[in-house]
């Protein structure tokens, strides 16, 4: 109980200070300094994955796992300046670092796992920078500052409700094998309260109600299954969280999680609900 109590305290205490932080960097700070925001989180990320799967006898490559991030969001914010670093196409990056990285591989004295760690290493590149890309694509939309503001806070409130109603009234498990704390009560009240959130938000989403709740609806559950995944992760790799950079909300995957998956559909939400505004 006390230990709950303490948890639920640094959750509190970390909320106060993050939130306004967040929101004064989305509305305020420049493009750049989101980007390098960005990439700050891929690298801490993307550290804490590889650490996990260390555990478990892989070792894929950061640096690999880094290039391919830098790639996806780089590509974001080069297309948007429309910047010119090379005088071909921007795919010829991804061929030269095939052959790059398969000329290192050359080198090495151990092939057992080769396979695998180029797997992880390319599903880290993956999966924290192709995904956490879309976060800056949706800041990039015209009025994007309070598009991602209106994602960013439904996912908070669908974390935060589906964590106290869940507390509080859970008894039917949805995966206990994967996140036996996650109750159906739970993920039922994150889905009714970011509903709510939404249609708190519509002059800044600029939707109409039947748009909104549907949107409400999509954020809760991408958000919901973001968080399932890397429970899935964490299972596999025999760690109860990804790390413990944040008190009380264990490390940076376990905060990114939700918004991973729940970026890239809300990106294409409001792009394709855009056309028929």
Sequence with gaps: MAEGYN?????????????????????????????????????????????????????????WGFILALYFIGTVFINFYNLKFFPYDQELVIILMIIFYSFV??????????????SLSLFGGIYLGYLLSFILKIRLLPGGSHYLLSLLFTIWINDSAAYFIGTKYGKHKIFPQISPKKSMEGSI???????????????????????LVPLGLVIAVTAQLGDFFESMIKRCSGVKDSGNLIPGHGGILDRLDSILFAAPVFYYYVIYSQAYI
């Design 7 to 63: 948890d639920l305290t640094k959750r509190i205490v970390i909320a106060i200070i993050s939130i306004p932080l967040i929101v004064l960097i989305i509305l305020e700070g420049e493009v750049l300094l989101f980007f390098i925001l960005l990439l700050i989180l891929v690298s801490l990320g993307l550290d804490e994955l590889f650490k996990m799967v260390h555990k478990i006898g892989f070792k894929p490559s950061f640096v």
């Design 105 to 118: 591989q050359l080198f090495k004295e151990d092939y057992s796992k080769l396979l695998p760690n180029l």
């Design 189 to 211: 009240g994150g889905i009714i309260f970011s509903i709510f959130s939404v249609l708190l938000l519509k002059n800044w989403l600029n939707m109409e109600f039947t748009q």
